[in-house]
């Protein structure tokens, strides 16, 4: 992910200019994603934790939402013009209907998954996981295929403890959304995991 100008944007701007999936506005800097798009283990990696969490959510409540899916951050009011932090998560689960427009996500989902990507990883892991965190997004997954791992930031006190790290091995929990459980050897019997 890259700067798009020098300029100060909002979602009123972004509605605008951002006629492709991964274009992305944090504290007013709009960032686009480089090619090429996500690889194929990316893509189903999303699609089976998406599939996991769906079928978890069945009956409960929440929704779960996969990129591209505009999820605004309002530091005041929820006004497109006042808007000027607007993300794409790979995968979320919002809890809060009340969040929810026709268009998207106005507010903090209740947990974020990350599937890194060579091309995005350093800013995942930086400019976007602080957003998520003045947010206030209570826990974040940022997914590492290559590694095999999983860093779990939860929210403490308003800031991120040092995430717990994770091999993509055996079952892992989410925190913030009780019930659900993500199956890794699931995603090893797909193939994304090897």
């Keep these: 992910m890259h700067p798009r100008d020098t ?14 999936s991964g274009n992305e506005i944090i504290d007013g800097v709009a960032y686009v994603r480089d090619p090429p798009s996500p690889s194929r283990a990316h893509q189903e990696i999303v ?12 009956g409960g409540y929440g929704r779960a939402y996969v990129a591209p899916f505009d999820v605004r951050l309002p ?19 919002v809890r809060d209907p009340r969040k929810l427009d026709d268009r998207s996500l106005c507010g903090a989902p209740d947990w974020v998954a990350e599937v890194l990507s060579p091309s995005t990883a350093h800013y995942d892991r930086t400019t976007k996981l602080r957003a998520y965190e003045r947010a206030g997004v209570p826990e974040v997954w940022l997914i590492d295929p290559g590694a095999s791992t999983v860093a779990v930031h939860r929210l403490a006190a308003g800031r991120y403890s040092e995430p717990v790290v994770l091999e993509l091995r055996g079952q892992t929990a989410l925190a913030a959304v009780p019930g659900i459980t993500i199956d ?3 995603l090893r019997v797909v193939g994304s995991l090897i």
Aim: glycine share 0%.
């Design 7 to 20: 300029q100060h944007h909002t979602y009123a701007d972004y509605l605008i200019w951002s006629a492709t």
């Design 47 to 58: 699609v089976e934790l998406c599939r996991q969490v769906t079928n978890s959510l069945q």
């Design 75 to 93: 530091k005041e009011s929820c006004d497109d013009d006042r808007i000027d932090t607007v993300v794409q998560p790979d995968l979320l689960i």
């Design 184 to 186: 890794w050897e699931t």
